[in-house]
């Protein structure tokens, strides 16, 4: 569920991403994943298995929207993805898929966030 919605840019020169001007925010109001980071988002939520992760999408005036998500099976497990510019993003601000490859995007977020079997000591 959107809360609200503010749309970004990564501005190279300033290193920093920044509030789309009115014009970039005209060109990024449709459903493309590359154009719109809610897009993006949602499509990687619908992406990962829902018994296995929780997803919420946080947009709002003035802050960049993400997803979080948390391992089912281990709560402390969570991230935030971020996309901006074509790419998914990690929170540490590491890209780490093209949003065009959504399955790969996933299987991704789902290996960093597995929940492994603690070692059995004898």
Same mark, same amino acid.
């Given at each position: 569920?959107?809360?609200?919605?503010i749309?970004?840019? *990564?501005?190279?020169?300033?290193?920093?991403?920044?509030?789309?001007?009115?014009?970039?925010?005209?060109?990024?109001?449709?459903?493309?994943?590359?154009?719109?980071?809610?897009?993006?988002?949602?499509?990687?939520?619908a992406?990962?298995?829902?018994?296995? *992760?929780?997803?919420?999408?946080v947009?709002?005036?003035?802050?960049?929207? *993400?997803?979080?998500?948390?391992?089912?099976?281990?709560?402390?497990?969570?991230?935030?993805?971020?996309?901006?510019?074509? $790419?998914?993003? $990690?929170? $540490?601000?590491?890209?780490?898929?093209?949003?065009?490859?959504?399955?790969?995007?996933?299987?991704?977020?789902?290996?960093?966030?597995?929940?492994?079997?603690?070692?059995?000591?004898?």
């Amino acid at each position: 569920m959107r809360t609200g919605r503010i749309t970004t840019r *990564y501005a190279p020169a300033e290193g920093k991403i920044r509030p789309a001007t009115a014009k970039e925010d005209a060109v990024t109001t449709d459903n493309d994943p590359r154009l719109n980071p809610c897009a993006a988002l949602e499509a990687l939520a619908a992406a990962l298995n829902p018994s296995d *992760y929780r997803t919420s999408l946080v947009t709002g005036k003035g802050r960049m929207p *993400y997803l979080t998500v948390t391992s089912r099976h281990a709560s402390r497990l969570s991230e935030r993805i971020y996309a901006n510019n074509g $790419w998914y993003w $990690w929170s $540490w601000a590491e890209k780490f898929a093209v949003v065009d490859d959504v399955s790969a995007a996933a299987a991704k977020v789902a290996a960093v966030l597995r929940a492994t079997a603690a070692p059995v000591h004898r």
